[in-house]
């Protein structure tokens, strides 16, 4: 890691599987818990992160596969669930004596963060997700020409040992296009910043195309079980979106309602990294959300 967060001390601690995750720990007061997305790391919560430190236990990790955390083999489909990966996240603030915490996460946080308040309902009090639709929903949604915003999640969904070197092979093209397409404003992504993003990303290939392929197997399953008990998140909720459903067709808001009867829903002018792009708002309706 050649960049941390200023202010923020930093841990190994012992996910439930014997995975060991980078967290970065700082303030005191209700804990939150930020989850970073895809192709970023936990620095992308750097601007929320020292805002919600003045007055809250704020823990910042690198999700199983990803930066400075294990990178364990697939060893089959469970590795990289969602189900697992939220249950590092709880095992990892149990860890750090929290029996309970507010969850934010960005792009493929934001589906751990769902699964974990799904799976864990008195441990998730608060839930914030940025950018994403949850993945049953998501894979609904994708149809036709328009999927083509979406090849990537096609590419790393197929068998072992077919994506992978593909990525391998072109990998700082390949993170840097998300980069690029995703963001309004390149300049809230500093060069220093996205250096470590695409080191990161090319030293977890494997990990991260075996997260993606887990979305397209597993956690569906796991989803349309949910669904068939009529399990929801009732939790206070907070989600945050560019307006994709004019383009493609669908009413996110209404997705969402499915899931979170009581769902605050809100569209940003900015680009996918929202965290980055427009942190004032992010912070702002993060703290809203956890006075409810």
Request: charged share 20%.
């Amino acid at each position: 890691m050649t960049i941390t967060l200023p202010g923020f001390d930093y841990h190994r601690v012992r996910a439930a599987d014997g995975v060991d995750l980078s967290v970065a720990v700082a303030g005191s007061g209700p804990a939150v818990v930020l989850l970073h997305g895809f192709p970023q790391t936990h620095l992308m919560w750097r601007h929320v992160a020292a805002d919600l430190a003045a007055d809250h236990t704020v823990l910042v990790p690198d999700l199983r596969g990803y930066g400075a955390s294990d990178k364990p083999a697939e060893a089959g489909e469970d590795t990289y669930s969602k189900r697992t990966m939220a249950a590092d996240v709880v095992e990892v603030a149990r860890a750090l004596g929290l029996d309970s915490f507010a969850l934010a996460g960005h792009d493929r946080g934001a589906l751990v963060a769902t699964r974990a308040a799904l799976d864990h309902p008195t441990v998730v009090t608060h839930l914030l997700t940025l950018d994403v639709l949850p993945t049953l929903d998501m894979w609904d949604v994708l149809h036709g020409a328009d999927a083509k915003v979406a090849w990537h999640l096609y590419l790393m969904a197929q068998p072992v040992g077919v994506p992978e070197p593909m990525i391998e092979a072109t990998a700082d093209s390949f993170f840097s296009s998300f980069l690029d397409d995703w963001v309004q404003h390149p300049d809230a992504i500093p060069g220093e910043y996205r250096a470590e993003y695409l080191r990161a990303s090319r030293e977890a290939v494997w990990s991260i195309v075996a997260d993606y392929r887990a979305t397209a197997a597993v956690d569906v399953r796991h989803d349309l079980e949910d669904r068939r008990l009529g399990r929801t998140l009732d939790l206070p909720v907070t989600v945050i979106q560019q307006d994709w459903g004019s383009a493609l067709g669908y009413d996110a808001a209404a997705l969402w309602r499915a899931w979170a009867p009581a769902v605050d829903h809100r569209t940003l002018d900015a680009g996918h990294f929202m965290a980055e792009e427009a942190p004032t708002e992010v912070v702002t309706a993060l703290r809203a959300l956890l006075t409810r």
